[in-house]
């Protein structure tokens, strides 16, 4: 069963700007790993971005798990962000607190505002976040001011943080851009590694298109708003790239 | 008009110079017959040559400040701690006062711009352009005199500083650990918990800090209104002639001046 | 409708599994919290050592509004646009444009003497020049005037060289911080080529710091202009001498005209700064 289902999503920034999605529709199922491919400015940021409205789209369905994602009050919201993960291209974690607290903060969403304020967790969250750093590889840096942290690391206190969560669905924008090649690849391999672990769905919004291909079963190429191509991951090929990517030269 | 299409010839280069050089000896020249007409008008006709006399005079004058008043010594101590005290409290204080300042004066989280946003930024105009011992003399006379007029003119003083660097801190911040906190699901308080206070706190407190510096420099005259400290023993000193003990109240205030200096280069080193 | 509970292996989910963790870290935490303990404490004792009322502070605020609205309302402004006063006022402009000049040429100097980098000479001078700009600057513009008119009696000399010393630490401690950041190449270009200090400076370091220097003079000229209101207070001339004549005779609605023109004439003063700055920036 599809856990997401997009149906026909159209996107602007303003008002009167230009529209940045123009009709998207595709589905995730939930074993799937899904990349969202495209040259710069095709919308793919956009896109991840719709689905939490992090970005508001103009019109369209988004449904995950069954609910409408646009017709949600603030609250409701909220409570829905709770179960979808991100992980960003620059990491975005909060610098100067620790790698513990920056993955402690994943459970912010269930997490009340006198306990916020205290950043009183319960020995489970802690448990678990134990748990998840040392999947992550970064058991000997659990109190090292998150800035102190090389990218490939603080890229996995991300994931650390955004599976801390517990989601139902993982977003990640461009999660390798600002990571050198090796490192880029680890990372995949252990995003791949915990999401089938935890059998959570990965929709992928990624650059590089040979990471795509070795990691995401699933592909949909955009191309200045428009969906070029959408398929499993052994039907792309080099004339099919070539129309997503159009003039750019690989 | 010059055609752009067309380059400049040496000729017009020269030209351009010439022009340049002229009004640049053009301002220099009105600087200067300004300078000249101020020191006429204000040093040489104003003063009272007379009474300064001669160099030698100025000289006598200058060394009777020179030897330090022993016997004053025991009872400065209060002074200077209070001093101390008012320039602490005072600065605190201006914090306090100056949190909605700060939240008025931020352009990214001021709660309705049209309003809000100019009465911070009057506040802060307001604050930084009535001079220390003013703000003493307006809260001597709500008051009355004493530490308590000091301390808030010192909070009055400070609050726009405070207020226009640290709302700027504010606006400067980084987005994306909002963005990240936004899209787990928190609230507008654990955005602002988790997300914006950690960079703008730290921020705040070097500012504080600064102030707080600067303040012991304030603290040290509000005594000369009246509003507590080391002022008042200075004002007394002068009065009665006794210049060395006038020497002696400034050196304790150097004294004062290079404490702060001191624990303010350590803690700002400690908030890094 | 939700879904299904998904199966995830217990231990990722925080159950039978325990390990040590705790946000206090020793000694450091410890130390904070002292720290944090220690200045209460201080703030506390303050506060009953100088018997502050702080219940009375809140009251506070009403009896400043009531203050403000009988006795220095409606200010006295036919007081003000007396032509005395209106003298005054420009006297007061040109004592602080005299001092700030004169400060900002003699701060160019001590920059460059008490900045390390390129100090004629770290041993003697640098430590000099930075004792001289501490000193300039501890000392409150306030005290230097009472200082000078001791020594030279009333008038408006006393209040230039006061806002002359005030300029020196002030502009002389930011300029030698902007001369310490340069980068060095430039001046190492000169020194190879066999300039003398002098030249080093002039053709090596003003150039890199001559926008920032700008900048601060503007910084420099904001603050003394605020000092050279009040300096008169004490007998430096300006108009600070009508504002202490008025407090002592108690006239509080020509005290408050008195502020409003000081605050009036601040801003103005504010505006051209800002405009300055923009303009400097702009030639950047």
Redesign the interface.
């Known amino acids: 069963m599809a856990i997401l289902e997009v149906e026909n999503l159209r996107a602007k920034y303003s008002a009167r700007g230009p529209e940045i999605l123009k009709g998207i529709s595709f589905e995730v199922e939930d074993n799937d790993f899904f990349a969202i491919i495209g040259p710069s400015g095709a919308g793919k940021s956009t896109l991840i971005r719709c689905i939490n409205r992090l970005i508001e789209p103009t019109s369209g369905d988004i449904r995950l798990d069954g609910t409408d994602m646009l017709s949600l009050n603030p609250r409701a919201l909220r409570r829905k962000r709770r179960h979808i993960g991100m992980i960003f291209q620059e990491f975005n974690l909060i610098n100067r607190m620790s790698v513990m607290d920056n993955v402690l903060s994943g459970r912010l969403g269930y997490v009340g505002a006198i306990r916020s304020i205290f950043r009183v967790f319960t020995n489970r969250d802690i448990q678990r976040a134990l748990e998840l750093l040392e999947r992550v590889g970064l058991q000997d840096h659990i109190d090292k001011r998150a800035d102190q942290l090389s990218g490939g690391q603080r890229q996995r206190v991300g994931i650390a943080r955004a599976l801390m969560q517990e989601p139902n669905l993982l977003l990640l924008d461009e999660p390798t851009s600002a990571l050198d090649p090796k490192i880029s690849r680890e990372v995949m391999e252990l995003i791949r590694a915990m999401a089938t672990e935890l059998k959570v769905p990965v929709l992928c919004n990624i650059h590089d298109v040979e990471l795509a291909r070795e990691f995401c079963n699933k592909i949909i190429g955009l191309q200045d708003g428009y969906k070029m191509f959408d398929g499993p991951t052994e039907t792309l090929d080099q004339s099919s790239l070539e129309e997503i990517y159009a003039m750019e030269v690989l | 008009m010059q055609d752009l299409a067309t380059p400049l010839t040496l000729d017009d280069v020269i030209r351009l110079r010439r022009k340049k050089k002229g009004v640049q000896f053009g301002i220099f020249v009105v600087l200067i017959g300004l300078v000249l007409w101020s020191v006429q008008a204000t040093v040489i006709d104003d003063t009272d040559w007379q009474r300064i006399g001669t160099l030698a005079d100025i000289g006598e004058s200058v060394a009777h400040f020179i030897g330090i008043d022993f016997a004053l010594i025991p009872g400065l101590l209060g002074p200077t701690i209070e001093t101390f005290m008012i320039a602490c409290i005072g600065t605190l204080l201006g914090l306090v006062f100056c949190v909605p300042m700060i939240w008025f004066g931020a352009l990214n989280v001021t709660p309705f711009k049209p309003v809000t946003y100019p009465i911070a930024r009057v506040a802060m105009t307001l604050s930084r352009s009535i001079h220390e011992i003013v703000w003493a003399l307006i809260f001597v006379s709500a008051v009355g005199l004493g530490a308590f007029a000091g301390i808030l003119a010192i909070a009055a003083r400070s609050l726009g500083f405070i207020a226009k660097m640290s709302a700027e801190a504010i606006e400067n911040i980084d987005h994306k650990p909002v963005e990240a906190i936004r899209a787990m699901g928190g609230s507008n308080l654990q955005v602002m918990i988790y997300a914006i206070l950690p960079q703008v706190l730290p921020v705040i407190l070097g500012i504080v800090i600064f102030e707080w510096e600067i303040n012991i420099r304030r603290s040290s005259v509000l005594g000369l209104v009246g509003a507590g400290g080391l002022g008042l023993v200075f004002f007394r000193q002068m009065n009665t002639f006794n210049y060395p003990g006038v020497t002696t109240v400034i050196i304790a205030i150097l004294m004062l001046i290079l404490i702060g200096e001191v624990v303010s280069h350590y803690s700002r080193k400690a908030l890094i | 409708?939700?879904?299904p509970e998904?199966?995830?292996?217990d231990?990722?989910?925080?159950?039978n599994?325990?390990?040590e963790?705790s946000?206090f870290?020793y000694p450091q935490s410890l130390i904070n919290y002292g720290v944090l303990f220690g200045i209460l404490l201080?703030?506390t004792y303050?506060?009953h050592?100088?018997?502050?009322?702080l219940e009375?502070i809140l009251g506070?605020f009403g009896?400043?509004g009531d203050?403000l609205a009988n006795r220095y309302y409606p200010p006295d402004l036919d007081y003000i646009v007396d032509k005395a006063y209106f003298e005054s006022v420009v006297?007061t402009v040109?004592?602080a444009?005299?001092g700030t000049?004169f400060g900002l040429i003699l701060a160019i100097f001590l920059g460059w003497f008490a900045a390390y980098n390129v100090s004629p000479s770290r041993k003697y001078i640098y430590p000099v020049a930075r004792l001289v700009a501490m000193?300039c600057?501890?000392?409150?513009e306030?005290?230097w005037a009472?200082?000078f008119v001791?020594?030279?009696?009333?008038?408006?000399?006393p209040?230039?060289l006061a806002l002359t010393m005030f300029s020196i630490g002030f502009a002389g401690k930011l300029f030698a911080e902007e001369v310490e950041s340069i980068d060095m190449g430039e001046v190492e270009a000169i020194r190879a080529m066999g300039g003398t200090n002098l030249q080093v400076f002039v053709f090596g370091v003003f150039p890199q710091v001559r926008v920032a220097f700008t900048g601060i003079a503007i910084y420099t000229w904001d603050v003394a202009f605020?000092?050279a209101?009040?300096v008169g207070?004490?007998g430096a001339?300006g108009m600070g001498w009508y504002?202490k004549r008025n407090?002592m005779q108690i006239e509080?609605e020509r005290t408050a005209a008195i502020?409003l023109s000081?605050?009036g004439l601040?801003?103005i003063s504010?505006l051209i700064s800002a405009w300055a700055r923009s303009r400097v920036s702009r030639a950047k």
């Open positions: 409708m939700t879904m998904k199966a995830k292996p231990t990722l989910r925080g159950d599994v325990h390990r963790w946000r870290k201080f703030f303050s506060v050592y100088l018997n502050i009322p009375r506070m009896r400043l203050v006297e040109q004592m444009y005299l000049l000193g600057r501890s000392v409150h306030m005290i009472i200082l001791t020594i030279l009696g009333f008038g408006l000399l209040g230039v605020r000092a209101t009040v207070f004490v001339g504002l407090i509080t502020l000081i605050v601040v801003v504010e």
